[in-house]
């Protein structure tokens, strides 16, 4: 509970700065602006307004973020930071259009600017401001795992480009007297309705549910394994409720000697020590048993995953249990989402099974990796 109270202390901390310096840049570029006819640098003013009030949404959805669970919301109220960077993401879309409207209008009429040394200091400063600010504003993000900020971030870095193409304009108006200035804001109208779009499609995956990060995966289930009598540790779902709000479920490889008393003081350890160590709540833990007391069943487990294993889509084999007395044979296969057909393969898989071993009854399960790495390509 303290780190989250730190990280929304902090979160809030750098929005409040962002809000104080948008909104000093703001005013000043609105003045020069329009004291020199400038419609890239009035857009520019627009711009930093219109990020003072992502600030002002990220603070609120911070705040309603931070909300104790209740009746109708028990998984808390974490999501609400999506809600935010999403309507962050929207109000750079409508900013982005809005100046396009305008810069179109002004190549049909245009205006002749008319820079002054003041407007161009402005300007400059404006440059070196967001530049800083939206490497600090961005760093602070990917330090909380807070998308807003990291939008917020972006945004910045993307309107110290804005100005300095604004800045450069300005010098080409007045070395040559050719206005860029309705061109230039219809470019970068488009720049940042495509950075909005971006935005907002990251934040919309999220929503949707992402596969979990597999260093994390990859770690949780290293804290699994650590239990003494803990031979496998699988099957691993994490439900994102929140940057860094997690509620999941695993389940275990262990001996089928186990009673249901050593079985509830193991899974108590596991669920502390998983919650302790990455901040992760596991809601059910479930149990595959190991054959001990059978040493046939470990060779038809080598012989069974061996073969299952050389199917290129099979990504990994676990919960196998082989019970001679009733004669059937049970484990979960993962096939990857890369296969074409995950169904033919699961029974594809069946069928060599029930051949290898004619007299046993099968029950596999088609499982799932939830934690599967993607490629760049299915990112996109």
Do not use: C
Not at 69 to 74: C, F, I, L, V
Not at 181 to 191: F, K, Q, R
Not at 236 to 242: F, H, P, R, S, V
Not at 339 to 349: C, M, N
């Amino acid at each position: 509970m303290r780190e989250a109270s730190l990280r929304d202390k902090t979160i809030i901390r750098t929005s409040v700065i962002g809000i104080a310096a948008n909104v000093m840049l703001a005013a000043f570029k609105a003045i020069v602006g329009l004291l020199s006819h400038s419609i890239a640098i009035t857009l520019d003013a627009v711009n930093n307004f219109s990020d003072a009030g992502s600030s002002v949404i990220t603070i609120v959805g911070t705040k309603l973020a931070a909300k104790a669970p209740t009746k109708k919301h028990p998984f808390g109220h974490g999501r609400v930071e999506y809600l935010s960077a999403m309507l962050i993401s929207l109000i750079i879309i409508y900013a982005g259009v809005t100046s396009f409207q305008e810069s179109v209008r002004k190549i049909i009429t245009p205006v002749t600017p008319d820079y002054s040394v003041a407007s161009l200091i402005v300007v400059g400063v404006a440059i070196v401001v967001k530049i800083v600010l939206g490497r600090y504003v961005k760093s602070v993000g990917e330090k909380v795992n807070s998308d807003s900020l990291i939008n917020s971030g972006e945004d910045a870095t993307l309107d110290s480009v804005i100005s300095a193409s604004t800045f450069i304009a300005a010098i080409v108006f007045i070395v040559t007297g050719f206005s860029l200035e309705a061109w230039l804001g219809a470019i970068i109208s488009i720049v940042i309705i495509k950075s909005g779009i971006e935005m907002l499609r990251d934040t919309i995956s999220k929503l949707l549910g992402e596969s979990a990060d597999a260093e994390l995966a990859r770690s949780i289930k290293d804290t699994v394994l650590s239990f003494e009598g803990v031979s496998g540790a699988y099957d691993l779902i994490m439900n994102n409720y929140g940057p860094d709000r997690f509620n999941g479920s695993i389940h275990i490889e262990v001996p089928d000697t186990y009673t249901a008393d050593r079985l509830d003081v193991l899974i108590r350890e596991i669920t502390t020590e998983v919650f302790a160590k990455h901040n992760v709540v596991l809601t059910a833990v479930g149990i595959y048993s190991v054959n001990t007391k059978n040493d046939s069943a470990a060779k038809m487990r080598d012989e069974i995953y061996k073969k299952v294993r050389s199917n290129e889509y099979v990504l990994e084999t676990h919960g196998f249990y082989a019970d001679e007395k009733t004669k059937t044979v049970r484990f979960d296969i993962v096939v990857s989402f890369d296969a074409p057909d995950r169904r033919e393969v699961y029974s594809e898989i069946r069928s060599e099974m029930e051949k290898l071993y004619p007299d046993y009854t099968f029950q596999i399960a088609l499982d799932t990796d939830f934690t599967e790495e993607i490629s760049s390509s299915e990112e996109k």
